[in-house]
């Protein structure tokens, strides 16, 4: 909302106010001041008259001009660039020593010809160019015949003396969308007088209109009828003001409708009288068909917008535009003007859907004073009467849906100062109360107050708080800490096993990320690894690259190791924990990606991220949480997609459920996302299972005191028998004195026969309670033989 | 005379000994003056062939060379091990100046270094941390926080929106009412940090996705006093101790009175700057006491309880923390950026 320090200084004294210290003002009491815009600036200035204009002898487009300044400066001699400078033009001379927006006056001489000032034009004096006209940028400002040579208060003149306000009204506020509540308002904090215009009116005549409403989505209806008006161009005064206010003039009717609407923030419509089929203009919500507007283009009309018909016809898209049907133009002579008050919600629904929002169904959207309508049709009147030559005027016809009932909110100082934290006074309470217009009486327990119609959003008590406090300043709040229950703060467990796997992951060396959590849907495809679960799509996206919600953060993770990879970032190791929603559960999370080499390294050794570092980050993460690895398993995991390595890859199985996958990327899914010639490594897992997972609290065995002792076993078996299968099945059979089983060697190729590998194994044997003897061993060496060869058809070689 | 040919043996025994300048030649010694067949031996096997009267003195020379010649040698082979472990280590010389092997600790997004901060904060002030679904209902997000449908302040906030009743949650606020839900009238005191987001076009200092921390506290007699005085502390935590704010009156649906919080520029103390557009003062987040109707409709009497709630942009503390220029660099992960940040507080 612009606001014009001149304009509003008509209806409140800004005597002794800065605009800094209005804005500052405001700003403090929830009206935040955006901007402080000076229409135009310089000092220095005159009119003047040029005398005479000769070509410059060394120039083929400057000239030299003798201007008169008047009796107090003289004639002097510019030199000026501007194509339109000739003898005879009234014109905008700032003197030597002027400063303006850009440039500051020097004396000066320019191809040997003296110049002492410049002749400008008012974008040199810092009017937005937007205003001004293609003539009006190329050169000097042509000032009118009459303009007073010598005049010094040249931005008095051309009426650019103002400073607008860019008030940044919020949703809370509707009634600032009016000059006259701004006024108010300042009133209200200065403690000023404000005195807005009086309207009275001399009724000419009875008019025939009738006017109503077949839908409480109009509570009110009112208008007027003025005969015998003259369509034109607007006073300057009327243009100008437009102008400051960024509204474009258009002529004295339209003009006229605007400047009521930022006076009083009661939009207007106007109907040429005579356009109509009848007297007689109905709000209703059920009309259904096409709709021809002013813009000349055709809307389409459905069911609950409003509409202002006439003989069931549309005259009017209530509070979103008019009809060309009944459109004011250079020939009405008769207008009807429109005062109504329609409900927000229809209005925000009709402006949406036809991408009509104007300052008009802004108000309406925001809310307006639903009781000022009289006095709004007066004032239109009024200046109707004055700009546009109009010879009658009409009663105020009013259809009123709503009855007004005054807005009555009990309190006590009490009540306030409890709120606020504060010890206001009563006296000091009822006097912010009064300036603001509400009226405050005295009851036995407090007091009522009045709230004037144009407060939309005082409703309650505590609304009453915050009046008192923006005024009186939030300085007064004392800082008191809340004096409440000791609790212990701390995380929840699962909260806290979420912080460890972060912590954990951090410490190892992994970068954390934060990637979006809408994706494309191309990327939401890529993997599917874990659950086909429903992900939502939003209906109202901005791009397709944000239109899914993403149930996986690999593919936004990858998306990151791109970026990297592309940046010479070659050897990455990346982790995110993010909450995943799709239509069927809720769940935490965590992804890893390990590209090139292993970051864990020195300069001179390098070794390339395989699947076996992922496998131990997700070991490491069950020990640091407390879950024995006989509580998880890893499966071979089957890929029908092309995801990953189909052999070097697995799903991990907590509590009979597969929790998550990792593995080596699939060559195809490595060029997708453009890792150039690299491995990666990747896992995404649903840790939530983990989170919740119960786990005993650790309990200290004793460290046997008894040595142990190694043997070593080799043997020959077939090629896709799995360790994990060898040493499971050594450490179940060799019973309690086997404590430990290690693979530590695999071999195929020379020597062994196709489809068969070499494996050599080292098993520790002890007992807690005495030294073993070599029987014991090899009693139970021999069953671990006898195992293998029987059941895994291994031939022992030692 | 026999005296005569030990006396010359052990010095050329003496002699070679010195000479021997490598474990080998000196075991090589050894064997010549030591070994069964040396002449030393040999001459130890005559003592039976001298006079009775010569053999004891004989007999305790023989000792005397060989015990000379035994720890002439221990000595020397003691002083070569040496040596030679010294020049094989001399030979083993690294280059100090290579790296460490890495065991640097990742670098984590400045986003969760901001996040893991406020919640250490709070959590010390007693609060629990709380959350709530990103995808939420209207009724959540809007209803249940004082914003009806076509209220214009939804306006003030573009939403990505699933169905009529399903959206992105647009702030944290919704953990509000569920919390106040769950707690069905008991005192509440909380935060919720999480992920937000809103339908804006990402430019430097706009993102469709930003990250809030919610906090509530609902009590008997609470009032803007304890507001100010949690978030003074928060700000001085946060931005360090001289860190003054002020309040400035604001409006939010779901409180009154509502306000914006604003802390002292650290960058110029609060004389104005370009880093506060030359005002001394930064905008860090909106508060304000719970709105009756929104204690109402979640289940407390507002003439019993009342509270205040505040929200915090996480994106926005990093950014003001960090003079980060860019909000979008926090998503894009350039891990020359990420490593910035390991410093552990």
């Given at each position: 909302m612009l606001v014009s320090l001149k304009n509003v200084s008509q209806y409140v004294s800004l005597e002794g106010l800065t605009p800094e210290d209005i804005a500052n003002k405001l700003t403090f009491a929830g009206?935040?001041?955006?901007e402080i815009v000076k229409l135009a600036s310089g000092t220095n200035l005159v009119i003047g008259e040029v005398k005479e204009c000769v070509a410059h002898?060394?120039?083929?487009?400057l000239h030299v001009l003798k201007v008169d300044l008047g009796p107090k400066y003289g004639v002097t001699q510019i030199v000026c660039g501007a194509p339109n400078a000739r003898a005879g033009l009234k014109v905008i001379v700032a003197r030597v020593g002027a400063k303006l927006p850009q440039i500051e006056i020097k004396d000066g001489v320019i191809r040997g010809e003296a110049s002492h000032g410049m002749c400008c034009s008012l974008l040199e004096l810092g009017v937005d160019a937007k205003y001004l006209s293609d003539y009006q940028k190329a050169g000097i400002e042509e000032l009118p015949s009459d303009a007073p040579v010598g005049e010094e208060d040249v931005l008095g003149y051309l009426g650019l003396d103002d400073v607008v306000l860019n008030l940044s009204v919020l949703a809370n506020r509707p009634d600032l969308l009016s000059i006259f509540n701004v006024a108010r308002e300042i009133g209200a904090l200065y403690n000023r007088k404000v005195t807005l215009p009086k309207v009275e009116l001399k009724e000419d005549f009875k008019t025939k209109l009738v006017v109503g409403s077949a839908t409480n989505r109009c509570s009110q209806f009112s208008a007027k009828e003025i005969r015998g008006i003259v369509t034109k161009a607007s006073p300057k005064w009327m243009s100008e003001y437009l102008m400051a206010m960024g509204v474009r003039s258009i002529n004295n009717i339209v003009d006229i409708g605007n400047y009521v609407m930022l006076m009083t923030g009661q939009p207007l419509h106007m109907y040429d009288a005579d356009k109509l089929a009848e007297a007689k203009l109905t709000a209703q919500d059920d009309y259904e068909g096409d709709f021809v507007a002013l813009d000349e283009k055709t809307y389409k009309v459905i069911k609950g917008d409003i509409v202002i018909a006439c003989k069931n016809k549309p005259m009017c898209l209530g509070g979103v535009m008019g009809s060309l049907a009944c459109a004011v133009d250079e020939n009405t002579k008769n207008i009807y003007i429109e005062s109504a008050s329609f409900d927000g919600a229809s209005i925000r629904h009709t402006s949406n859907r036809l991408g009509l929002s104007s300052e008009s169904s802004q108000r309406f959207v925001k809310g307006t004073n639903h009781f000022q309508s009289e006095y709004v049709l007066n004032y239109a009147a009024k200046l109707i009467n004055e700009l546009c030559d109009a010879k009658e005027n009409s009663n105020n016809i009013v259809y009123q849906g709503e009855e007004h009932k005054e807005k009555i909110i009990k309190s006590s100082v009490k009540r306030i100062n409890d709120r606020l934290g504060t010890e206001f006074k009563e006296s000091e309470i009822v006097d912010v109360l009064t300036r603001l217009n509400f009226e405050v009486k005295d009851t036995k327990d407090g007091f009522e107050v009045k709230v004037p119609d144009y407060r939309l959003d005082v409703t309650c008590d505590a609304d009453l708080s915050e009046e008192v406090i923006r005024l009186l300043g939030l300085e007064h709040v004392k800082s008191i800490l809340p004096c409440l229950d000791t609790k212990v703060g701390m995380l929840s467990l699962k909260q806290q096993r979420l912080k460890n796997i972060r912590h954990y992951l951090l410490s190892q060396g992994l970068d954390e990320c934060l990637t979006y959590s809408l994706v494309s849907k191309k990327k939401q495809n890529d993997f599917n690894l874990l659950h086909n679960e429903e992900h939502y799509v939003i209906l109202n996206p901005l791009t397709d690259e944000r239109e899914v919600f993403r149930t996986h953060i690999l593919a936004s993770l990858l998306g990151a190791a791109s970026y990297n990879v592309a940046r010479q970032n070659k050897n990455l190791a990346l982790f995110e924990t993010s909450n995943m929603i799709s239509k069927q559960s809720r769940s935490e999370h965590l992804a890893i990606v390990l590209v090139g080499q292993d970051i864990r390294q020195g300069q001179l050794v390098k070794e390339n991220y395989n699947f076996f570092h992922m496998k131990g980050l997700v070991e490491g993460l069950f020990t640091i949480l407390g879950i024995e690895p006989t509580r998880y398993r890893f499966e071979r995991f089957v890929d029908a997609n092309h995801e990953l390595h189909p052999g070097k890859a697995a799903n991990i199985i907590f509590q009979n459920k597969k929790i998550g996958v990792l593995g080596e990327l699939h060559p195809n899914q490595i060029d997708k996302y453009d890792l150039g010639k690299t491995n990666a490594v990747v896992l995404e897992m649903d840790v939530e299972a983990l989170l919740d997972a119960k786990v005993s609290e650790t309990k200290m065995s004793p460290i046997s005191k008894f040595p142990s002792v190694s043997r070593d076993l080799a043997f020959v078996l077939d090629a896709n028998i799995a360790a994990g299968d060898i040493v499971r099945a050594v450490k179940k059979v060799g019973g309690s004195y086997v404590i430990n089983c290690e693979v530590f060697d695999i071999y195929q190729g020379a020597n062994i026969a196709e489809g068969k590998k070499s494996m050599a194994i080292s098993v520790t044997y002890r007992k807690d309670d005495a030294t073993l003897t070599e029987k014991e061993v090899s009693d139970a060496e021999e069953k671990i033989k006898f195992e293998l060869s029987r059941n895994f058809k291994a031939e022992i070689r030692s | 005379m026999e005296n005569e040919k030990l006396l010359n043996l052990k010095n050329a025994a003496l002699k070679e000994i010195g000479d021997a300048n490598s474990v080998d030649s000196l075991n090589a010694v050894r064997n010549t003056y030591?070994?069964?067949?040396s002449e030393l031996s040999s001459l130890t096997s005559q003592i039976g062939q001298l006079p009775p009267e010569e053999r004891k003195s004989f007999g305790a020379a023989l000792t005397e060379v060989r015990v000379a010649i035994t720890t002439a040698i221990e000595e020397k082979m003691t002083y070569l091990k040496n040596k030679e472990l010294e020049e094989k280590l001399a030979k083993e010389q690294i280059d100090i100046s290579l790296p460490g092997i890495s065991y640097e600790p990742g670098g984590r997004d400045p986003f969760y270094v901001i996040q893991d901060e406020m919640i250490e904060i709070f959590l010390g002030m007693g609060f629990e941390v709380a959350d709530g679904p990103e995808v939420e209902k209207d009724l959540y997000n809007f209803e249940l926080l004082n914003i009806p449908k076509d209220h214009p302040a939804r306006d003030m906030q573009d939403t990505f929106y699933i169905n009529d009743n399903e959206l992105l949650r647009t702030h944290t606020s919704p953990v509000q009412a569920r919390t106040m839900e769950a707690k069905k009238g008991a005192p509440i005191r909380i935060i919720c940090p999480g992920k937000t987001y809103r339908r804006d076009d990402d430019d430097a200092t706009h993102s469709h996705q930003f990250a809030q921390i919610e906090g509530l506290v609902i009590d008997k007699g609470i009032n803007i006093g304890h507001l100010k005085a949690t978030l003074e502390l928060f700000a001085k935590k946060m931005f360090g101790e001289k860190r003054e704010i002020r309040l400035r009156s604001s409006y939010f649906p779901f409180t009154e009175p509502s306000v914006e919080v604003d802390i002292n520029c650290a960058n110029c103390g609060g004389k104005g700057c370009n880093m506060c557009k030359g005002t001394g003062y930064i905008e860090i987040l909106g508060a304000g006491m719970v709105h009756p109707n929104v204690l109402k409709m979640n289940g407390y009497d507002p003439e019993e309880y009342s509270g205040f709630a505040f929200g915090v942009g996480i994106d926005r503390m990093a950014v003001l923390r960090y003079g980060i220029d860019d909000i979008r660099k926090l998503y894009t992960n350039d891990v020359r950026f990420l490593k910035q940040f390991k410093k552990m507080s």
């Open positions: 009206v935040e001041v955006e002898p060394n120039s083929d487009h | 030591l070994s069964k067949k």
